[in-house]
């Protein structure tokens, strides 16, 4: 199993390798959001902004739960094994987390402008 674990995280690896640039630009572009938003914006609209990133994410992460298995033309019925549910789900969360922690500096930003 943990050979499993071990080829699922060295695949994805060896997927975004190439696109490392586009990870790098994507990373500036939120740190600047981020000084910008931590500059113009008050705690409160912090924690105003956060529902409405939360349902971002939330969405994200059922959509990917959803359509990763039709995207890559599998079913639900070729989750067969543990691990293979837990990739999935997975997945699911960490993108509704990066949807979340990239969209909540913009959006605080965005309800103080």
Do not use: D
């Given at each position: 199993m943990l050979?499993?674990?071990?080829m699922s995280i060295?695949?994805?690896?060896?997927?975004l390798?190439?696109?490392l640039w586009l990870v790098v630009l994507l990373g500036l572009a939120w740190a600047a959001t981020l000084v910008l938003a931590l500059?113009?914006?008050s705690m409160s609209q912090w924690r105003r902004s956060l529902p409405i990133t939360a349902l971002f994410g939330l969405?994200?992460?059922?959509?990917?739960f959803v359509f990763v298995p039709i995207l890559t033309h599998a079913g639900f019925s070729d989750l067969y094994k543990f691990i293979d549910w837990l990739f999935l789900?997975?997945?699911?969360?960490?993108v509704g987390v990066?949807?979340?922690v990239a969209?909540?500096?913009?959006?605080?930003?965005?309800k103080k402008t």
């Open positions: 050979y499993n674990i071990w060295n695949v994805v690896y060896e997927m390798l190439p696109l500059k113009r914006a969405v994200a992460a059922a959509l990917t789900i997975g997945t699911a969360v960490a990066v949807l979340m969209t909540w500096p913009g959006l605080t930003w965005l």
